[in-house]
């Protein structure tokens, strides 16, 4: 056996291992991230909502997902207000529901990095324009270690709570990061 052979065999167990390593770490890491509490969490709470509005919307009218915003400053959201209404309208939609994706009409109060912020006096008007029998809105507060979300689908009309869902996520390095104020 020629030297450049020998080499070759000694160097192929370390070139297998470094691939299977690299393998194993992205599966860990795909494994980790797809395990996260936060888009369980999400469609647990979406879930719920559906349930409870069984026989009380019409099937031909949509709703419109706001975005949540912090409970302490009702013009401010971050990343994961945006992702929690992005998550849970999805949901919805999956689960039979007409979303309208608010992202695509220009005629909604839109704060620059903000996403689809609603004031109360605005959420009839949108709704209207929309034809939408229901819009879904909702709210988070932040502790050191967890985060509160409440969300409620409102009748715009009456402003009556159709359904609503409290839940927490555990504050871990995921919702920590995005949490940020961008």
């Known amino acids: 056996m020629t030297k450049l052979a020998s080499a070759l065999l000694l160097t192929l167990p370390l070139l297998l291992s470094a691939c299977a390593t690299n393998k194993d770490k992205q599966q860990r890491d795909y494994t980790t991230v797809s395990s996260n509490q936060f888009i369980e969490a999400n469609y647990k709470a979406a879930d719920s909502l559906m349930r409870q509005l069984t026989g009380k919307l019409a099937s031909d009218k949509p709703l419109i997902m706001a975005t949540l915003v912090n409970i302490d400053e009702l013009e401010q959201t971050t990343t994961l207000g945006r992702l929690v209404s992005e998550q849970l309208s999805t949901r919805l939609a999956q689960g039979g529901l007409s979303m309208v994706e608010m992202k695509l009409r220009s005629n909604v109060y839109l704060k620059r990095n903000q996403g689809e912020l609603m004031l109360t006096r605005e959420i009839g008007e949108v709704a209207t324009a929309h034809n939408a ?32 869902q409290d839940y927490v996520l555990a504050k871990e390095a995921v919702v920590r990061s995005m949490l940020q104020r961008n």
């Open 133 to 164: 029998q229901a819009i879904v809105v909702g709210s988070y507060a932040e502790t050191s270690d967890m985060v509160f979300i409440n969300v409620k689908v409102i009748q715009p009309n009456t402003n009556f709570v159709l359904a609503g």
